[in-house]
T-cell receptor, first 113, second 113 residues
Framework: AQSVTQLGSHVSVSEGALVLLRCNYS??????LFWYVQYPNQGLQLLLK??????LVKGINGFEAEFKKSETSFHLTKPSAHMSDAAEYFC???????????FGTGTSLTVIP | DAGVIQSPRHEVTEMGQEVTLRCKPI?????LFWYRQTMMRGLELLIY????????DSGMPEDRFSAKMPNASFSTLKIQPSEPRDSAVYFC???????????FGSGTRLTVV
């Protein structure tokens, strides 16, 4: 069975500071891992995904995440936060069939001017 | 492609009334998912279909909820009778089984008064 834990339901960073959103997963099979972003009153949008190959994946808007199997982690980072990054971020895991997803509870990112 | 299309965007109804939410998945996607999002419970998977067949409906809260997918391009989620605790944002998502990840619709915000 798969599950996702997102540490920190709320994260605040200053504009220009490093963004780090944490995600740990459990999976009995090689996982597919995803980060989604949700802006207010909108649906979820795919930021990036890891399936196979390179463990450091780059996504949209300057975000990237690294799959670390030994730590069962897939943390999301961005070197310099922008005001427009303020949103809810969801980590998700699925089996390597890529079918049913299991979402974390989300992390709300606030960017302070 | 227009993406996953949900209608209506907003629905306000009185307790006891029937509510029908609609979803048009992305052409070519063969999996469709219905999620509910609330502040208290986050994202909950209600039901998902593969090739128009319901695979897992264990997330459907109770018999008042039903979902159908009569063909590859259309799905409905029906609540009858509706109750105030059903107030939430309902998302539809579709995917092609494999590595694509989900594509979410913009959601239907349901308010039951």
């Amino acid at each position: 069975a798969q599950s996702v834990t997102q540490l920190g339901s709320h994260v605040s960073v200053s504009e220009g500071a490093l963004v780090l959103l944490r995600c740990n997963y459990s999976s009995s099979v090689p996982p597919y891992l995803f980060w989604y972003v949700q802006y207010p009153n909108q649906g979820l949008q795919l930021l990036l995904k890891y399936t196979t190959g390179a463990t450091l994946v780059k996504g949209i808007n300057g975000f990237e995440a690294e799959f670390k199997k030994s730590e069962t982690s897939f943390h999301l980072t961005k070197p310099s936060a922008h005001m427009s990054d303020a949103a809810e971020y969801f980590c998700a895991v699925s089996e390597n069939t890529g079918n049913q997803f299991y979402f974390g509870t989300g992390t709300s990112l606030t960017v302070i001017p | 492609d227009a993406g996953v299309i949900q209608s209506p965007r907003h629905e306000v109804t009185e307790m006891g009334q029937e509510v029908t939410l609609r979803c048009k998945p992305i052409s070519g996607h063969n999996s469709l998912f219905w999620y509910r999002q609330t502040m208290m419970r986050g994202l909950e998977l209600l039901i998902y279909f593969n090739n128009n067949v319901p695979i897992d409906d264990s997330g459907m809260p109770e018999d008042r909820f039903s979902a159908k997918m009569p063909n590859a391009s259309f799905s409905t989620l029906k609540i009858q009778p509706s109750e105030p605790r059903d107030s939430a944002v309902y998302f539809c998502a579709s995917s092609y089984v494999g590595v694509s990840g989900y594509t979410f619709g913009s959601g239907t915000r349901l308010t039951v008064v």
